[in-house]
């Protein structure tokens, strides 16, 4: 056999996961395009406008909203990032709820009983991601199906923990010493509690966001990308494809079991019907519309998709077009008219903007960039 030496042989590809100096500095600079910027703006408007307004039914509708988009942003890991395609992502949800619930009846803190409802998460998506992610494209999505009925059945049998049909009732949460399910004052003026949880909420959001977007940037994050464009390609430059795979959806199972714990403290009920394949499905929308693998597209779908059936219910009780869906026998009312308007959402998003309404975005800022590039080139 012919020798080859040392100089000839290929070196070892880097490893995906361990970030450079110049990684990380990339990856803090988030806010860095002008269309960031004026994003982050509207965001922050819409959110003190939000708040000032005390108007408990726009923010019950935030907090459900903000609530879905952390276990959206989870899915967008898997999904927009790394190209695994899950239709059991409710399942990881409810997991992540039913093990607050557990703990909190059992005095733990509420900060530590989400961060085990993680941890369950990720376990679970563990046990099963080795060998559901040796499947790909079609027969993973099928594959997950199956994961979204199983973790269903477990919730309405496991009657001891779950409460099964009847659901689970949760213990009031207490957060640094504040009671969240309680009203209260501060400085003389009435604080609901949907206003500590949508600031609650806003801020575990940011930070769930940043942190994801910064690992999109990092050098994992690139081998996560590269492993969605083309496997086989990803392998070749040394990427462990399976253990990426893996972490990554563990990654996105655990910010769903984070969802399911604000969830539970939220709500204070649970229905383990609520956590099956329906469910994941819509979170699988929100991701779609808001646009897949970006962090500010999976907030703005979770909060259209959260938001829609209430803003359709108000614009068309005030114009008297259809009837309200309790205590009518109406076959056409509110509730008929959420599910065609949310078809149709899906439908004009892809048509129109096929990389989501942050492709769409995307899309338009290049264009006004361009625009000023070429009227500043004409008037040199």
Do not use: C
Not at 70 to 84: E, K, P, Q, R, S
Not at 161 to 172: D, N, P, S
Not at 296 to 309: E, Y
Request: without cysteine; proline residues 3%.
């Amino acid at each position: 056999m012919p020798e080859t030496s040392v100089a000839d042989r290929p070196s070892a590809a880097p490893s995906p996961a361990a970030p450079t100096t110049r990684d990380v500095r990339s990856a803090t600079r988030l806010l860095g395009t002008r269309e960031s910027r004026i994003l982050a703006v509207v965001v922050a408007v819409a959110a003190v406008a939000a708040l000032a307004s005390a108007n408990d039914r726009i923010l019950a509708v935030a907090n459900f909203g903000l609530i879905a988009a952390v276990a959206a942003i989870g899915l967008n890991v898997a999904m927009g990032t790394t190209g695994i395609m899950s239709l059991g992502h409710g399942v990881f949800v409810g997991f992540g709820a039913f093990t607050a619930a557990v703990l909190a009846d059992h005095g733990v803190p509420y900060f530590f009983a989400a961060v085990a409802a993680m941890a369950v998460a990720a376990l679970a998506s563990l046990t099963i991601g080795p060998l559901a992610l040796r499947l790909s494209g079609l027969y993973l999505a099928v594959g997950t199906i199956g994961i979204a009925y199983v973790g269903e059945h477990l919730f309405v049998n496991l009657r001891s923990l779950t409460g099964g049909g009847a659901g689970r009732i949760v213990e009031a949460p207490v957060i640094l010493g504040v009671e969240m399910s309680r009203d209260s004052a501060l400085g003389g003026r009435l604080v609901t509690s949907d206003m500590k949880w949508f600031v609650l909420l806003v801020i575990v959001t940011l930070l769930v966001g940043v942190m994801v977007a910064a690992m999109q940037r990092l050098r994992w994050g690139r081998a996560l990308n590269a492993i969605r464009d083309n496997e086989s390609s990803a392998a070749a430059a040394g990427i462990a494809v399976t253990r990426a795979r893996v972490m990554a959806f563990a990654i996105s199972a655990a910010l769903g079991g984070l969802s399911g714990a604000l969830l539970a403290g939220y709500l204070r009920f649970l229905n383990p019907e609520s956590f099956g394949l329906e469910q994941s499905i819509q979170y699988l929308a929100m991701v779609i519309i808001g646009g897949l693998g970006s962090v500010g597209g999976a907030v703005v779908g979770a909060l259209l998709i959260t938001a829609l059936p209430t803003l359709l219910g108000e614009l068309t009780s005030a114009l008297g077009l259809v009837e309200e869906a309790s205590g009518t026998s109406s076959t056409f009312n509110t509730g008929t008219l959420s599910l065609i308007a949310y078809g149709l959402v899906i439908v004009l998003v892809m048509v129109l903007a096929p990389h989501g309404i942050a492709g769409g975005f995307r899309k338009l800022g290049r264009r006004l960039r361009a625009g000023r590039a070429h009227k500043a080139a004409g008037v040199d």
